[in-house]
C-alpha cells in the first residue's frame, strides 16, 4: 500500500467520522471515492476495495450476506447483508459488471447493518458484501449463478 | 386380460355417461381431482419418489431445491411452490412487487371509463372467467368481455395481450385476491362439457415441431428443468393472471404485465407452432380447461413471475 | 406401452358403444390419408419445386387445422415464402427471419430450407392424426399411470 | 418529472423497518450506449427522520431499475414521518415523505 492511498483512507475515514454526529450533511462517496466507482481501477472487486478502503484484504466471518444460487433475472437479484458489528460502513461489490462496486452505504448512528438492495448483474458472478469495523473489513461472499430466464414469449 | 380392460371401462365409461346427464361437470370434477392427486403425489417426497416422478433430476436438486409435503393451496404459487431457490427470489420481490403501481393505473382507469363501469360493475370477477356463456354458447374470456364492452360503447379495442388490457385486469385481479375470491368455474350444460373436452384435447395433445404437449411440460413434467427453468405445474396456472413477468418488463414497466393469453401465446410458440388467435375458439377453450384445473383455489392475481 | 394402447383401444371402443358422445375421440375424422414425409420430402428423388409444392400445399391444411409449425420466431409460411423468393432470384441462401419479421445473419441453403418446409407441413400433419389416438395417455386419471 | 418513491415504514419493538422503491430507469454506460442515450442513474439516497440521518449511501449504476431498498433503524416511533430523498447522475432530485406505521 504506498502512503498517498494510506493518507487518503485516513482522511476518508476522518471525514466520515467528522460528518457522522452532524446529521445535516451526509457522505458522498461517489465524491469522496469516485476512483472506486468509476475509472481505471474500479474493473474487479479487489481493485475497487482499495481504492475505496486502501486495502483488499478482508477477513471473512462476522458478515450475514443473502443472495440467491440462481438468480430468477439477471436485472433484479436481491442482495441482502446484515451484521452484528458495530461497522461504520458497509459496501456492496459484484464481479459480473464492467465496474464492480454497487453501494457503499453509511451507518448512522441509529442505523442497524441490515440492508437489502437489489441489483444487476450481467452474468453470473460473485457478490462480496464488507463492512468497515474500525480498521478492519470484514467480508462475505456469494457466488450468484445468472441464466437467461424465462420460457416463452 | 384384454377382456377385462373393456368390461372395466365399458362400466366407467357408462358411469360417466349416467352422470354426464345430470352434471355436465362430473367428467371434468374427475379430471381435476385425478390431476390435484397426482401432483401432491409428486411433491410429496422428490427424493424418495425418484424412480416414480424424477428419474432424470440429480441428486442435488432433488435434495437441494424441491420442497417435500407441498401443499395443494401451494400448487397456485407455480414452480415457486416447490423451487426453494425460486421461492426465496420470489419473496424478495414481492416484499415490494413492481406490479402495485399498474393495479394502481388500473384502478384509475376502472373509474375514468364509464363504459367499463357499466359492463363490470362488480370488481372482484377474476376467478369466474373464462366462462361459459349458455345463450351464444361459446366460452367468453375476460379479455374479450372487456373488449366487447369497449366497441359496444363506441370505444376502441385494446390490445389483448399488453397495454390497457392486463392492466385493467390486474386491478380486478388484485380486488379479487383482497375479496378472497376463489376460482370458480362453471360448466352448466352439455355444450360447454364439449368446449371444455375439447379444450382438455389441445393441452394434452402434442404440437409444434418439437412435437410437446402442454402436458408434456406442466403435468408429467412439473418439477422438472428445462435448461435452467423449474417447470411448472398446470393445477394453479391460471390462479395469478395477468402475471407481472420481470423478463417482459425489462424495459419497461408498463410493459411487463401481460394477460393469460399472452403467456399461452408464448408458451406455445415454444413447442414450435404458430399459437391460435388470441380470442379464438381454440384458446378460449384451452383456457376454460386450465382454468377449471384450478377451480376452487385462490385467486392470487396479479403476481410477479421470472 | 401396448398396454396403455390397448387401454386407450378400449377406452374409445367402450365409449363409442356406450353411446356417450361428449368425449369421444370421433374415429369418423381420423384422417383418410396417410402421408409419409420421408417419401414426399425426398428433394433428390423429387425435386426442389415438386417438394416445395408439397410443402405449400400441406402447410395451407396445416394452417387451416390451427397446428403450422413454428421454429425460432419464424413460421413455416415464412419459410416456404423465403425458398420460394430464393428460387426467383436464384439466390442460394434463404435468410432466417426473427419473430418481428426482420432478416438475421443466419440463412441455409435453398435445398434444406425446402426439404425443412416441407418436412414441417407433413408432419404438422400426421402429429394431428397421431395425437386424436394418443393424447389420453397423458392424462392423468385416464390413459397415464404413474 | 419522475414518479413518486413508494415507501412503507413500519415501526416494531423500537426497530424501524423501511422499504423504498424509487422510481428511475437506472441506465447503466452499457444500457445507454445500446439504447444510444445518455447514461443516468441514482448516486445517492438519504433516509431521514426529524432531519437526522437514518440511512445513506451512495450508489452505482448496476442497482436494478426501479431500485428497491430496505433498511433498519433504532430510536424512531410510530407517526413520525420519514423523508426519502435520491439525487442522480444529472442531479435531478426527489423527495417523498411517508409516516411511521
Redesign the interface.
Known amino acids: 500500500m504506498n502512503r498517498r492511498k494510506f493518507l487518503g483512507l485516513g482522511l476518508g475515514l476522518g471525514a466520515a467520522a467528522m460528518m457522522l454526529p452532524s446529521t445535516l450533511s451526509a457522505v458522498n462517496f461517489r465524491e469522496t471515492k469516485t476512483s472506486a466507482f468509476e475509472g481505471p481501477k474500479s474493473h474487479t472487486i479487489d481493485d475497487a476495495m482499495t481504492e475505496l478502503y486502501g486495502t483488499s484484504k478482508t477477513t471473512v466471518g462476522k458478515v450475514k450476506l443473502k443472495a440467491p444460487d440462481i438468480a430468477e433475472n439477471g436485472a433484479v437479484v436481491p442482495i441482502h447483508v446484515s451484521s452484528k458489528l458495530a461497522g461504520k460502513t458497509v459496501s456492496v461489490f459484484q464481479d459480473a459488471n464492467p465496474e464492480s462496486l454497487v453501494a457503499v452505504f453509511t451507518v448512522p448512528a441509529n442505523g442497524l447493518i441490515d440492508y437489502k438492495l437489489r441489483i444487476k448483474m450481467a452474468k453470473t458472478g460473485t457478490v462480496t458484501a464488507v463492512v468497515q469495523d474500525g480498521t478492519t473489513l470484514f467480508s462475505a461472499s456469494k457466488m450468484v449463478k445468472v441464466t437467461a430466464g424465462g420460457c416463452g414469449g | 386380460m384384454l377382456l377385462n380392460i373393456v368390461k372395466s371401462t365399458a362400466l366407467v365409461a357408462l358411469a360417466s355417461c349416467v352422470l354426464n346427464a345430470g352434471e355436465f361437470n362430473a367428467q371434468a370434477e374427475k379430471d381435476r381431482i385425478a390431476l390435484a392427486d397426482y401432483t401432491v403425489a409428486k411433491f410429496k417426497d422428490a427424493e424418495k419418489n425418484r424412480d416414480r416422478f424424477f428419474p432424470y433430476s440429480t441428486d442435488s436438486e432433488l435434495k437441494n431445491n424441491i420442497k417435500k409435503d407441498v401443499k395443494f393451496e401451494e400448487l397456485a404459487m407455480g414452480n415457486y411452490a416447490f423451487s426453494i431457490q425460486g421461492q426465496f427470489s420470489y419473496n424478495e420481490i414481492k416484499e415490494m412487487p413492481p406490479y402495485e403501481e399498474l393495479v394502481e393505473e388500473g384502478e384509475e382507469m376502472y373509474n375514468s371509463n364509464k363504459a367499463i363501469q357499466a359492463c363490470f360493475p362488480k370488481t372482484t370477477i377474476a376467478g369466474d372467467y373464462p366462462f361459459f356463456d349458455q345463450t351464444r354458447n361459446e366460452v367468453v374470456s375476460l379479455t374479450q368481455a372487456i373488449n366487447e364492452c369497449l366497441v359496444n360503447s363506441g370505444q376502441k379495442k385494446w390490445n389483448e395481450k399488453k397495454g390497457k388490457m392486463p392492466i385493467l385486469q390486474a386491478y380486478f385481479a388484485a380486488e379479487s385476491t383482497d375479496a378472497e375470491k376463489k376460482v370458480n368455474i362453471q360448466i352448466p350444460t352439455a355444450k360447454a362439457a364439449e368446449a371444455y373436452e375439447r379444450g382438455k384435447e389441445y393441452y394434452y395433445t402434442q404440437r409444434g415441431y418439437l412435437k410437446l404437449s402442454c402436458a408434456t411440460c406442466h403435468v408429467q413434467g412439473a418439477g422438472k428443468r428445462v435448461r435452467n427453468e423449474s417447470l411448472s405445474q398446470l393445477v394453479g396456472q391460471t390462479t395469478h393472471f395477468p402475471v407481472y413477468r420481470l423478463k417482459w418488463g425489462k424495459d419497461k414497466v408498463a410493459n411487463g404485465v401481460g394477460t393469460l393469453e399472452r403467456r399461452m401465446a408464448g408458451c406455445i410458440k415454444d413447442q414450435g407452432q404458430v399459437p391460435p388467435k388470441t380470442s379464438s375458439k381454440e384458446m378460449k377453450e384451452l383456457l376454460y380447461f386450465m382454468a377449471y384445473m384450478s377451480n376452487g383455489m385462490n385467486v392470487d392475481g396479479p403476481d410477479v413471475r421470472k | 406401452m401396448k398396454k396403455l394402447y390397448s387401454v386407450v383401444a378400449a377406452t374409445g371402443l367402450a365409449l363409442a358403444l356406450s353411446g356417450c358422445g361428449s368425449n369421444t375421440p370421433s374415429t369418423a375424422s381420423m384422417e383418410k390419408e396417410v402421408l409419409n414425409e420421408k417419401k414426399i420430402c425426398n428433394v433428390k428423388a423429387n425435386g426442389i419445386a415438386a417438394v416445395l409444392a408439397a410443402a405449400e400445399k400441406h402447410n395451407v391444411t396445416a394452417k387451416k387445422h390451427g397446428v403450422e409449425f413454428k421454429r425460432l420466431g419464424m413460421t413455416n409460411t415464412q419459410y416456404i415464402a423465403g425458398a420460394k423468393e430464393a428460387i426467383k432470384t436464384g439466390a442460394k441462401k434463404v435468410v432466417l427471419l426473427n419473430k418481428k419479421g426482420k432478416p438475421t445473419k443466419n440463412s441455409v441453403t435453398v435445398f434444406y430450407a425446402v426439404e425443412r418446409a416441407c418436412k414441417f407441413a407433413v408432419s404438422a400433419l400426421t402429429q394431428e392424426v397421431e395425437g386424436k389416438n394418443t393424447w389420453r395417455a397423458a392424462v392423468p386419471g385416464d390413459g397415464f399411470k404413474y | 418529472m419522475a414518479?413518486k418513491t413508494?415507501i412503507?415504514a413500519k415501526e416494531k419493538k423500537g426497530?424501524t423497518t423501511a422499504?423504498?422503491?424509487a422510481n428511475h430507469a437506472?441506465l447503466?454506460?452499457?444500457e445507454a450506449k445500446r439504447k444510444k442515450t445518455e447514461a443516468n442513474f441514482i448516486?445517492?439516497m438519504?433516509a431521514?427522520v426529524d432531519?437526522?440521518?437514518?440511512?445513506?449511501?451512495?450508489?452505482?449504476?448496476?442497482?436494478?431499475?426501479?431500485?428497491?431498498?430496505?433498511?433498519?433503524?433504532?430510536?424512531?416511533n410510530k407517526g413520525k414521518m420519514l423523508t426519502f430523498t435520491w439525487v442522480d447522475k444529472k442531479g435531478n432530485t426527489k423527495t417523498d415523505k411517508k409516516k411511521i406505521k
Open positions: 414518479k413508494r412503507k426497530i422499504k423504498v422503491m437506472m447503466s454506460y452499457d448516486t445517492s438519504i431521514k432531519e437526522e440521518i437514518v440511512y445513506e449511501a451512495s450508489t452505482s449504476q448496476f442497482l436494478s431499475k426501479n431500485p428497491f431498498v430496505q433498511f433498519k433503524f433504532k430510536g424512531s
